[in-house]
């Protein structure tokens, strides 16, 4: 396998983007000097909106090493966890939350159901009179229980969009660490998919790029286990090893379908995946950037899972579609419930 002299810095360190000015910039190191080439060399992970990547070479350095060095990808360190006194806090007080406070007004959804989404994935809610008060809080918990962290997303109440101006995402580690409650240099977050502890082996799983697409679609369709990468370029080996051996579903956004077709074909020997085409399906040009979640909010939650609940053939007769059939996409269903090519 060729190796390469410079890479992307594999930590969770991030630097100012020359392009859009955020602070997504992931860098290029040396492997023989471990030391980060100039600062605009590099990829912004603000892939979609920013799209800024100036890679080694076109920085004028060759990026050749067959005859100076062999390297190996370390392995992930051993992910740091944050004490369940933290995550307890932060649970329920869910009048404030930002993101029940825009679900629980989408077409067909109600407090009940907003609070019950919630609380499937264990989303806290930032205390009040803080800075971060009413902040939905994404805990990061794995397979086996351990927390890794939770990453606070600030959100417009009216659309549900992420607000992009100011102070708005932030993460439990850092500030514990602001506090002084841990120490921010020895502390390792290892990623792991948002949802992991949801995982049941005898159910399908999907998988989106962000968390609050996971929690709307598992109202929408519940006989997958919805998992989030929380990130573009967030499927790795390391998070797909949790999956393995399952049959998978990736629903990229609108204009991701090629990026994520290869995430699909790469980890093939881990799992049975496949890529929904739905959005590049039903989304025009000028919804890039368009996710699940923007399509299934415009859908009525208690039609539509009333009408896969149920056979009621309307448009296709009970030999097209013995299983029923979703009467907004002219989907038809298999026996289990959801479009038969979801796989």
């Known amino acids: 396998m060729k190796q390469f002299r410079y890479i992307l810095d594999s930590s969770s360190k ?19 000097t471990k030391a980060y080439l100039a600062p605009d060399i590099g990829r912004c992970d603000r892939e979609s909106s920013c799209g800024y990547h100036v890679t080694p070479t076109q920085g004028g350095l060759s990026n050749s090493t067959a005859t100076e060095t062999t390297y190996t990808v370390p392995k992930p360190p051993k992910p740091s966890t944050i004490e369940p006194e933290y995550f307890e806090a932060t649970q329920g007080s869910y009048e404030a939350n930002q993101l029940h406070q825009y679900l629980k007004n989408l077409p067909g959804w109600s407090a009940d159901i907003a609070t ?21 809080i994404y805990w990061l918990i794995d397979e086996n229980g351990q927390i890794r962290s939770g990453k606070l997303i600030k959100y417009n109440v009216e659309t549900g969009k992420r607000e992009k101006t100011g ?19 020895s502390f390792e977050l290892v990623q792991c998919f948002y949802g992991s502890h949801l995982i049941d082996s005898n159910k399908p799983i999907a ?19 919805w998992i989030a990468t929380g990130m573009l370029k967030g499927i790795n080996s390391y998070k797909m090893r949790s999956v393995a051996g399952l049959s998978v579903v990736l629903f990229p956004d609108v204009g991701c379908y090629a990026d994520w077709q290869h995430y699909a074909d790469r980890f093939s020997n881990l799992a049975r995946i496949s890529v929904s085409d739905l959005l590049e399906t039903h989304a025009g040009e000028q919804e890039k950037g368009f996710d699940l979640a923007d399509y299934l909010a415009t859908l009525n939650l208690s039609a539509f899972t009333e009408q896969i609940s149920r056979p009621f053939y309307q448009t296709f007769t009970d ?12 989907e038809i269903f298999d026996s289990r419930g959801y479009p038969a090519d979801w796989g």
Request: a positive charge; charged letters at 25%; hydrophobic letters at 30%.
């Open 116 to 136: 019950r989404a919630l609380r499937r994935y264990q989303v806290g809610t930032g205390s009040k009179g803080t800075a971060v008060a009413g902040w939905p």
């Open 319 to 330: 030999r097209e579609a013995p299983h029923g059939f979703n009467p907004y996409t002219g």
């Open 14 to 32: 991030k630097h100012k983007c020359p392009n859009c000015g955020k602070k997504r910039l992931v860098r290029y190191i040396d492997t023989q």
């Open 167 to 185: 102070y708005s995402y932030d993460w439990i580690h850092t500030l514990l660490a602001r506090k002084g409650i841990l120490e921010r240099d």
């Open 207 to 225: 998988i989106v790029e962000s968390e609050k697409t996971a929690i709307i679609a598992s109202e929408y369709f519940p006989s997958f286990t």
